[in-house]
């Protein structure tokens, strides 16, 4: 892999706007869930979790094998096999990423989403302005693959309670309980069950 295709990988994880897009995308799917719209993500680390599958598309095919569902669902590209992944690094809570709080601030102050609070609970929902980016970024070739997972993860995992959701993400990633926090998490290229160990 040349420096040059480094330096852009390593340019885009630092760049906010990418990280915003996604979110925006994720938010959007979990918004469509039920019969009405406008349903929030409950708090932060539930998002990270949900973030954590939508990152990493081959934990996300563990997680549909997990549960029985199709695979292939994860539509996973023959280049994000062995592609640079972005970086997500083991935390006290899981899967997590420090600019999660940075990310939220940055979509508030802009008007696309809202932060509410539930007992001492984060809520994390979608304006009209943020539903509207969002289903026009969904429309773009170059994040329409991010919108189809959204939607697969929300059906596959989105009415886990938060503390269920964190020990699924332990039950299909189980290398994570083994790492020191700090540490970056793998792609999973390496590092994929078998059919047998992802049912179980």
């Known amino acids: 892999m040349s420096l040059s295709v480094l330096k852009a990988a390593a340019d885009a994880e630092n760049a906010d706007s990418l990280h915003l897009a996604r979110l925006l995308i994720l938010l959007r799917s979990a918004d469509k869930r039920g019969k009405s719209h406008g349903k929030p993500?409950?708090?932060?680390?539930?998002?990270?979790?949900?973030?954590?599958?939508?990152?990493y598309p081959l934990y996300l095919e563990r997680a549909l094998l997990s549960l029985g569902k199709p695979p292939e669902s994860a539509a996973v590209l023959p280049r994000e096999r062995t592609t640079v992944e972005t970086k997500m690094i083991r935390f006290r809570y899981g899967p997590w990423d420090g600019r999660y709080r940075r990310w939220l601030s940055l979509l508030s102050a802009r008007g696309l989403i809202s932060l509410s609070m539930s007992g001492r609970r984060i809520e994390i929902g979608l304006t009209d302005t943020g539903r509207a980016l969002a289903d026009g970024l969904s429309e773009r070739p170059d994040f329409q693959d991010l919108a189809a997972r959204g939607t697969v993860i929300m059906k596959a995992v989105g009415a886990m309670p938060a503390t269920k959701l964190k020990d699924f993400v332990y039950q299909i990633v189980p290398e994570i309980t083994g790492m020191k926090w700090g540490e970056e998490i793998a792609s999973g290229a390496d590092t994929a069950p078998s059919d047998g160990e992802a049912t179980q």
């Not at 993500?41 to 990152?55: H, M, N, P, Q, S």
């Open 41 to 55: 993500v409950e708090g932060i680390t539930k998002l990270a979790k949900l973030d954590f599958l939508l990152r």
